[in-house]
Protein backbone atom coordinates (compact mmCIF):
# COMPACT_ATOMS: atom_id res chain seq x y z
CA UNK A 1 0.00 0.00 0.00
CA UNK A 2 0.97 3.60 -0.55
CA UNK A 3 -0.59 6.35 1.37
CA UNK A 4 -0.44 9.81 -0.17
CA UNK A 5 -1.15 13.00 1.08
CA UNK A 6 -1.39 16.32 -0.66
CA UNK A 7 -0.66 19.71 0.38
CA UNK A 8 0.12 23.47 -0.56
CA UNK A 9 -3.14 24.07 -2.06
CA UNK A 10 -4.05 28.13 -1.34
CA UNK A 11 -6.26 31.16 -2.35
CA UNK A 12 -4.19 33.16 -4.89
CA UNK A 13 -4.45 35.63 -7.48
CA UNK A 14 -3.95 35.05 -11.51
CA UNK A 15 -0.50 34.91 -12.12
CA UNK A 16 1.05 33.66 -9.15
CA UNK A 17 3.22 30.40 -8.78
CA UNK A 18 2.30 27.81 -6.18
CA UNK A 19 4.04 25.01 -5.41
CA UNK A 20 1.83 21.63 -4.64
CA UNK A 21 3.10 18.45 -2.64
CA UNK A 22 2.39 14.99 -2.67
CA UNK A 23 3.99 13.03 0.32
CA UNK A 24 4.00 9.31 -0.09
CA UNK A 25 4.46 6.99 2.81
CA UNK A 26 4.03 3.12 2.36
CA UNK A 27 5.75 0.72 0.08
CA UNK A 28 8.84 2.04 -1.96
CA UNK A 29 7.79 5.11 -3.37
CA UNK A 30 10.97 5.32 -5.59
CA UNK A 31 9.34 2.81 -8.17
CA UNK A 32 6.20 4.28 -9.00
CA UNK A 33 5.08 6.91 -11.41
CA UNK A 34 3.05 10.05 -9.92
CA UNK A 35 0.84 12.74 -11.72
CA UNK A 36 -1.22 14.84 -10.61
CA UNK A 37 -4.75 15.32 -11.75
CA UNK A 38 -7.52 18.12 -11.00
CA UNK A 39 -11.39 18.53 -10.92
CA UNK A 40 -13.21 21.74 -11.26
CA UNK A 41 -16.55 21.69 -10.00
CA UNK A 42 -18.99 20.45 -12.37
CA UNK A 43 -16.29 18.99 -14.63
CA UNK A 44 -14.52 15.71 -15.19
CA UNK A 45 -11.19 15.08 -13.23
CA UNK A 46 -8.25 15.94 -15.95
CA UNK A 47 -4.46 14.71 -16.15
CA UNK A 48 -2.11 17.62 -15.88
CA UNK A 49 1.13 16.62 -15.44
CA UNK A 50 3.34 13.24 -14.52
CA UNK A 51 7.01 11.86 -13.58
CA UNK A 52 7.62 8.59 -14.27
CA UNK A 53 10.02 6.30 -11.18
CA UNK A 54 13.09 7.63 -13.46
CA UNK A 55 11.90 11.29 -13.57
CA UNK A 56 10.64 11.43 -17.36
CA UNK A 57 7.82 14.16 -17.30
CA UNK A 58 4.58 14.50 -19.60
CA UNK A 59 1.99 17.07 -19.38
CA UNK A 60 -1.48 18.15 -20.07
CA UNK A 61 -0.88 21.36 -23.26
CA UNK A 62 -2.98 23.23 -20.71
CA UNK A 63 -0.27 23.49 -18.33
CA UNK A 64 2.51 22.50 -20.40
CA UNK A 65 4.04 25.89 -20.47
CA UNK A 66 3.50 26.88 -16.89
CA UNK A 67 3.52 23.99 -14.48
CA UNK A 68 6.24 22.23 -13.87
CA UNK A 69 6.54 18.82 -11.75
CA UNK A 70 9.83 17.31 -9.92
CA UNK A 71 10.44 14.44 -7.47
CA UNK A 72 12.65 14.19 -4.60
CA UNK A 73 12.72 9.90 -4.17
CA UNK A 74 14.69 11.07 -0.53
CA UNK A 75 11.72 12.74 0.50
CA UNK A 76 9.02 10.77 -0.89
CA UNK A 77 7.20 13.78 -2.35
CA UNK A 78 6.39 14.69 -5.91
CA UNK A 79 6.20 18.79 -6.09
CA UNK A 80 3.62 20.10 -8.99
CA UNK A 81 5.31 24.06 -9.51
CA UNK A 82 2.64 25.76 -10.62
CA UNK A 83 3.40 29.68 -12.73
CA UNK A 84 1.37 31.86 -14.37
CA UNK A 85 -1.63 30.77 -12.54
CA UNK A 86 -4.85 31.57 -14.48
CA UNK A 87 -8.64 31.37 -13.02
CA UNK A 88 -9.37 28.30 -15.29
CA UNK A 89 -6.64 26.37 -12.83
CA UNK A 90 -8.99 26.66 -10.03
CA UNK A 91 -9.70 23.06 -8.89
CA UNK A 92 -9.32 20.25 -6.53
CA UNK A 93 -5.65 18.72 -7.19
CA UNK A 94 -5.05 14.92 -6.37
CA UNK A 95 -2.23 12.94 -6.94
CA UNK A 96 -2.40 9.44 -7.90
CA UNK A 97 0.47 6.65 -8.05
CA UNK A 98 1.46 3.70 -10.57
CA UNK A 99 4.02 1.75 -11.85
CA UNK A 100 3.68 2.96 -15.16
CA UNK A 101 3.63 6.57 -16.62
CA UNK A 102 1.51 5.85 -19.53
CA UNK A 103 -1.18 4.40 -16.98
CA UNK A 104 -1.52 7.48 -14.91
CA UNK A 105 -1.77 9.67 -18.43
CA UNK A 106 -4.63 7.57 -19.01
CA UNK A 107 -6.07 9.05 -15.46
CA UNK A 108 -5.82 5.74 -14.02
CA UNK A 109 -3.57 4.99 -10.55
CA UNK A 110 -3.40 2.33 -8.16
CA UNK A 111 -2.94 5.06 -4.93
CA UNK A 112 -5.12 8.35 -4.70
CA UNK A 113 -4.72 11.00 -2.09
CA UNK A 114 -7.49 13.08 -0.93
CA UNK A 115 -6.68 16.38 -2.86
CA UNK A 116 -6.18 19.95 -2.03
CA UNK A 117 -7.71 23.08 -2.75
CA UNK A 118 -6.56 25.21 -5.22
CA UNK A 119 -8.28 28.49 -6.17
CA UNK A 120 -6.99 31.07 -8.28
CA UNK A 121 -9.11 34.70 -8.16
CA UNK A 122 -8.86 38.10 -10.22
Known amino acids: QVQLVESGGALVQAGDSLRLSCTAS????????VGWFRQAPGKEREFVAA???????EYADSVKDRFTISRDNVKNTVYLHMNSLKLEDTAVYSC????????????????WGQGTQVTVSS
Open 26 to 33: GRTFSNYA
Open 96 to 111: AAHGRISTIVRGRGDY
Open 51 to 57: VSWSGAT
